[in-house]
């Protein structure tokens, strides 16, 4: 079920539950996953996309070791605020989550978060090779974070 705000998530996802953040990209996924408060997002990993399918595999195998109630999924939408093809690929990712998982699920603009995620690994000289493996997962917690702040 798509939410048009994620705060209406607060109210479906059950307190024993925590936020599943994603970060989706062409050839990865990053993830992060909330606490059962919901307020703090924190980086969890980053799945190497194939198949639709066996990514949701994946997905489903976090849903269960980590008690996911809910999505929030990060939406790249230009500086302007319009979409792009890119929002087009992630909103059909969405609707193939909505095939596979009951839960409720929002988007979150993601504008500049892998940017702002990238500045801060700069920041404290983190390696090229470090910040390749990372960026991603460390993506998908800025987003959640963002949704989980305005949760408040």
Not at 4 to 10: S, V
Not at 89 to 106: A, G, H, T, V, W
């Amino acid at each position: 079920m798509l939410l048009d705000n994620p705060t209406h998530l607060k109210h479906l996802v059950p307190r024993d539950k925590r936020l599943l953040g994603m970060d989706p990209g062409t050839k990865t996924i990053g993830l992060a996953i909330s606490d059962a408060a919901l307020k703090v997002g924190t980086p969890l990993m980053t799945i190497k996309r194939t198949k639709f399918k066996a990514d949701a595999e994946e997905i489903a195998k976090i849903i269960d070791k980590w008690k996911i109630g809910g999505f929030v999924i990060g939406l790249p939408v230009n500086m302007d605020g319009s979409e792009g093809p890119r929002c087009q690929s992630i909103r059909q990712f969405q609707k193939n989550l909505e095939e596979y998982f009951d839960l409720p699920m929002c988007f979150w603009d993601e504008r500049l978060s892998t940017v702002a995620v990238t500045r801060s690994m700069l920041e404290t000289d983190t390696s090229r090779a470090k910040r390749a493996k990372s960026v991603d997962k460390m993506a998908a917690a800025y987003i959640l974070q963002g949704a989980l702040d305005s949760l408040r």
